[in-house]
């Protein structure tokens, strides 16, 4: 192959003026470097949304045996089986202590390694039929450069549970690296790197269709579907399918023997999918809204994507199922009459199956997540560096416009990638202005309004957690699950047993298994609730809250009561062990109330051990404002604490 002279020119790059092998080289590299300046801002970043419960509350990830821990569904309720990532998460915390620095470190850093892989394919498939190295790197910047500053993959690099997303993408574009590679020993390992990839979340289960479809656009694009198909059967082109075969068939064999779930959906949403109709527009309204995150990814961002299903009409459905329809007809189209862009963008549509909510998808009412496009998105990244304008049946005045016209595109849509990627990454930085976004767009969805409300009232933020339950009062009564949260609010502002009467009259409404273990005359420590199909995240943090409102009241045994319930739903949670601790202070048995201390400190990660010795000392000093009721108790803290 003859060296390209310096200043040559390109078909297909818009007539990019390359500046030597060397430089052009160098730019994949800048470009991560960029991307890793425009994303270290999270490395300050707190845990947020799910991030309290793996790394904050629960105690399974720090002090749980390692594999219980990882061969568990990721969240009670779920059929999540997501192994790896759990490994991953249970490693970090057991080296650096939940501090959130080093996750978002692990984050930014898997993204950049996603970036990487995204460039060493597109480098691969302009290689196939362009040999010039210095058009596969300006090839390979354009993908990285599309991918990495996407601004739907903020969720996915910002908030640490978007790791399930962004591990399951590492593995499937090594997989794909190897698999479309010659070598067979590459071959196996891209089988193997297909079962990490399932091992990390399930949207992985696409990767053969995706394979397929990539390696006709990076062998033969322009061959027909029968020729493609026949091609793949024939050795040596049948190993990687194979290697695929096994792969999923022992990703199976231990998923069934791990939890005995291939899926579980969601039956609310079901119930309300019986139609073929809706269901089909559904479908179709769900593939609009990835479709257009990929391609216009400045409006409409944010952690909640509601949607309400009882209200698509038949008209609506009808056109979104027709959308669908068109979606498929891309498809078919692309296998009837293949280019390697329409092949890639095939892929990209192959990909979001798992999140097309073929099968409803657990997650609290939204039609989707960005965080779910970061597979999606890599292959979409690839499509766009496919574009060959060299074979486009143009005019000769508009050919040669086409580079300037096309490069300007790509700069403003970056650069306009790079300020939402500015202005976005700061509403991640904790649970406070995550929710306040939340609420902004969606102030009467019931989830936001919970979720800031306990957002502000952990943050000690009152005013803000009264404005969102005065909002949400003047719409008509309270739905149950904000009437925890107000029922918190009342007690820290002085009227503790308004706020226990609130969240009573919740609990009158809810299903409680924990009655059914006292009726039986068994003590709740000695039983056990089988999480996997009774989340019971509410009652917790009801339970919680009226330990809280007792407490208060100095009603310590029914606080003791509460906490004991509260710590049934979830052993591992350290709050009802806190507060538990603060109700034995309350009857005057000072060495009780030091060993259940103790416990729940154990209990919460280092860092916030001692916010929980401020909370303490707040509560005793509270107590002793009447020592006469715990002589006990408070001649300890005149004793340990300074006046």
């Known amino acids: 192959m003859q060296p390209e002279p310096f200043g040559s020119k390109t078909p297909g790059l818009g007539g990019f003026v390359f500046m030597g092998r060397r430089l052009s080289a160098l730019l994949p590299f800048l470009v991560l470097l960029a991307i890793g300046w425009c994303y270290r801002s999270t490395f300050g970043f707190d845990y ?81 039929f362009d040999p010039r190295r210095a058009a596969g790197w300006i090839v390979a910047t354009l993908a990285m450069t599309f991918f990495g500053f996407h601004p739907a993959l903020i969720e996915s690099v910002a908030w640490i549970s978007g790791r399930f997303d962004l591990m399951v993408t590492t ?133 909640l994507h509601p949607v309400d299903v009882a209200s698509i009409g038949s008209a609506e459905a009808a056109g979104a199922a027709a959308f669908l329809l068109l979606c498929l007809g891309f498809v078919a189209f692309s296998l009837w009459r293949p280019t390697r862009v329409r092949l890639l963008a095939s892929a990209v549509l192959v990909s979001l199956l798992p999140v097309a909510n073929i099968v409803p998808l657990m997650i609290v009412g939204n039609i989707g997540h960005e965080r779910f496009l970061v597979l999606p998105l890599a292959l979409a990244a690839l499509a766009v560096a496919s574009v060959d304008t060299s074979r486009w049946q143009v005019s000769a005045m508009l050919r040669s416009r086409l580079p300037l016209l096309g490069g300007l595109a790509f700069v403003a849509w970056t650069a306009v990638s790079v300020m939402n990627l500015q202005v976005t990454l700061p509403l991640w930085r904790n649970d406070l202005s995550l929710w306040s976004w939340a609420y902004a767009q969606n102030p009467d ?26 909002r949400a009062e003047k719409n008509g009564p309270l739905p149950l699950r904000l009437m925890v949260p107000y029922g918190q609010y009342l007690i820290r502002t002085g009227q503790p047993q308004a706020g226990v009467d609130k969240v009573t009259e919740a609990l009158s409404k809810e299903i409680l298994p924990h009655r059914e273990v006292e009726a039986a005359g068994l003590e709740l420590e000695d039983a056990m609730l089988h999480r996997q199909t009774f989340p019971g995240w509410t009652l917790i943090y009801a339970y919680i809250t009226l330990a809280e409102g007792h407490n208060a009241l100095r009603q310590f045994k029914e606080a003791e009561h509460d906490a004991k319930i509260a710590s049934f739903y979830q052993r591992d949670n350290p709050v009802p062990q806190l507060y538990r601790s603060f109700a034995i202070y309350g009857q005057d048995r000072w060495t009780d109330g030091e060993a259940a201390f103790q416990k729940a400190r154990t209990m919460y990660v280092a860092a916030v051990q001692p916010e929980a010795d401020i909370i303490r000392e707040s509560f005793l000093r509270q107590l002793c404002t009447k020592p006469e009721e715990t002589p006990a108790v408070c001649r300890q803290v005149s004793r340990i604490f300074k006046p």
């Open 48 to 128: 947020v949304w799910d991030d309290r419960a793996f790394f904050l509350i629960s105690t399974d990830l720090r002090e749980g045996k390692f594999l219980s821990v990882i061969s568990a569904p990721v969240l009670a309720g779920t059929a999540y089986f997501r192994p790896l990532v759990m490994a991953s998460f249970v490693g970090e915390l057991r080296w650096a202590g939940g501090d959130p620095y080093w996750s978002h470190v692990v984050n930014v850093a898997i993204h950049l390694v996603n970036t990487a892989l995204v460039g060493l394919l597109a480098f691969r498939l302009r290689r196939s």
């Open 171 to 303: 593995f499937s574009l090594i997989a794909l690296l190897l698999l479309s590679s010659s070598s067979r020993t590459a071959v196996w390992l891209g089988g193997l790197a297909f079962f990490t990839a399932l091992l990390c979340k399930e949207m992985a289960v696409t990767l053969p269709v995706v394979l397929f479809l990539l390696l006709w656009a990076l062998r033969r694009p322009d061959s027909s579907l029968r020729e493609a198909v026949v091609a793949s059967l024939r050795p040596p082109q049948l190993w990687p399918y194979l290697a695929l075969v096994a792969a999923g068939l022992a990703y199976l064999g231990l998923r069934f023997f791990s939890i005995g779930a291939a899926l579980r959906n969601d039956p609310t949403l079901t119930a309300l999918l019986a139609s073929p109709l809706i269901h089909a527009g559904f479908i179709g309204k769900t593939f609009a809204f990835y479709i257009k995150t990929i391609i216009w990814p400045f409006m409409g961002m944010g952690p």
């Open 445 to 470: 969805a019931p989830f936001a309004q919970y979720s800031l409300a306990g957002a502000a009232l952990r943050s000690r933020d009152n005013d803000i957690a009264r404005e969102v339950i005065t």
